[in-house]
């Protein structure tokens, strides 16, 4: 069996059968039928594969993203957009063979990088798709698009595949977290996350073109009524990673899937709200961030997950 972190994969595979991929740690046996709180089996469930254009500029570019949308979750967002698959299940399973190709038709339609949209719960069949495509040409960038919520050993199976980490540092407060997410414990397992994603991937480099070629982004979706919690997010960033770090402040929230069950959320960002928490972006020492247009905030922008691209 492979000694090597990146040689293949039945080491990798393995880690299935006893599935400790995020910090749930539900020990369930994956390869042999069980299922644990995101419900994924052996495959990889994946509802779409398409060129996106609406994500940062460094990552859309002209030529857009090469998303692929990962069905299932291990957070339960009350506030989802993309429910029919993170909550629902709607996917195709697809082999890690399968999912390499997958990687390689993006690549071909031209796209600036291939772009993992919760691939949480694949880990180890993303890792083996990866390095299959790599050795059959893929050389564009690879983004890992998260909610963060990840175990540092998960993040270790992809070291050295992944260029681009994106995670949306979503809750400081525990009762937060649990109330709009069923998740304890976020923000420490989602800090931890981060340093360890800083740490394989350094901060972001940009080519002459201004696309991103390796390092971290940082996201947080700024929520009804939570200006000091986005604040919080950004002093945590400043102290604890280097003030190059890139910070895109989201304002899209849209009151989607079973937001009308918490009135305190279920609204729009006020232009206040995003407002303030721009101007106290301005007051930290960060240098770098993204914000939104708050007309960007609309369903129109939620995907058709009709399972184009996995043919």
Same mark, same amino acid.
């Given at each position: 069996?492979?000694? &090597?972190?990146?040689?293949?994969?039945?080491? #990798?595979?393995?880690?299935?059968?006893?599935? !400790?991929?995020?910090?749930?740690?539900?020990? =369930?046996?994956?390869?042999?039928? &069980? +299922?644990?709180?995101?419900?994924?089996?052996?495959?990889?469930?994946?509802?779409?594969?398409?060129?996106?254009?609406?994500?940062?500029?460094?990552?859309?570019?002209?030529?857009?993203?090469? +998303? =692929?949308?990962?069905?299932?979750?291990?957070?339960?967002?009350?506030?989802?957009?993309?429910?029919?698959?993170? @909550? #629902?299940?709607?996917?195709?399973?697809?082999?890690?063979?399968?999912?390499?190709?997958?990687?390689?038709?993006?690549? $071909?339609?031209?796209?600036?990088?291939?772009?993992?949209?919760?691939?949480?719960?694949?880990?180890?069949?993303?890792?083996?798709?990866?390095?299959?495509? *790599? *050795? *059959?040409?893929?050389?564009?960038?690879?983004?890992?698009?998260?909610? $963060?919520?990840?175990?540092?050993?998960?993040?270790?199976?992809?070291?050295?595949?992944?260029?681009?980490?994106? /995670?949306?540092?979503?809750?400081?407060?525990?009762?937060?977290?649990?109330?709009?997410?069923?998740?304890?414990?976020?923000?420490? $397992?989602?800090?931890?996350?981060?340093? &360890?994603?800083?740490?394989?991937?350094?901060?972001? +480099?940009?080519?002459?073109?201004?696309?991103?070629?390796?390092?971290?982004?940082? !996201?947080?979706?700024?929520? /009804?009524?939570?200006?000091?919690?986005?604040?919080?997010?950004?002093? @945590?960033?400043? %102290?604890?990673? /280097?003030? #190059? +770090? @890139?910070?895109?402040?989201?304002?899209?929230?849209?009151?989607? @899937?079973?937001?009308?069950?918490? /009135?305190?959320?279920?609204?729009?960002?006020?232009?206040?709200?995003?407002?303030?928490?721009?101007?106290?972006? #301005?007051?930290?020492?960060?240098?770098?961030?993204?914000?939104?247009?708050?007309?960007? %905030?609309?369903?129109?922008?939620?995907?058709?997950?009709?399972?184009?691209?996995?043919?």
């Amino acid at each position: 069996m492979p000694s &090597e972190r990146n040689n293949t994969t039945p080491m #990798e595979l393995a880690t299935l059968q006893h599935c !400790r991929l995020c910090p749930r740690s539900c020990k =369930v046996d994956r390869l042999h039928g &069980e +299922t644990g709180f995101c419900g994924a089996g052996a495959c990889a469930t994946v509802a779409l594969a398409s060129r996106h254009y609406w994500e940062e500029p460094c990552i859309s570019g002209t030529k857009g993203s090469g +998303t =692929v949308f990962f069905s299932r979750c291990n957070l339960r967002c009350a506030f989802c957009q993309n429910n029919q698959i993170s @909550w #629902e299940g709607t996917g195709k399973d697809l082999s890690f063979e399968e999912l390499a190709q997958v990687f390689i038709r993006q690549q $071909a339609s031209g796209v600036h990088n291939i772009n993992l949209v919760s691939p949480t719960p694949y880990i180890p069949l993303i890792a083996a798709a990866l390095r299959q495509a *790599k *050795k *059959k040409g893929l050389a564009i960038p690879v983004v890992y698009n998260s909610n $963060a919520f990840e175990s540092i050993g998960g993040l270790r199976l992809l070291e050295g595949l992944v260029d681009i980490f994106l /995670p949306d540092l979503k809750y400081v407060q525990d009762d937060q977290a649990l109330r709009y997410s069923g998740v304890r414990g976020y923000f420490q $397992a989602a800090t931890s996350a981060v340093l &360890e994603m800083h740490h394989q991937v350094g901060t972001l +480099t940009l080519n002459k073109q201004g696309l991103a070629q390796r390092g971290l982004i940082i !996201r947080h979706l700024v929520l /009804p009524g939570q200006v000091g919690a986005a604040r919080q997010i950004l002093q @945590w960033i400043q %102290a604890n990673l /280097p003030l #190059e +770090t @890139w910070v895109s402040i989201m304002g899209q929230f849209v009151p989607l @899937w079973q937001s009308s069950r918490y /009135p305190e959320i279920n609204r729009r960002l006020y232009p206040s709200e995003y407002n303030a928490v721009l101007d106290f972006f #301005e007051t930290t020492s960060l240098k770098n961030g993204y914000c939104q247009d708050l007309s960007s %905030a609309i369903e129109d922008y939620v995907p058709m997950f009709d399972l184009s691209g996995l043919e």
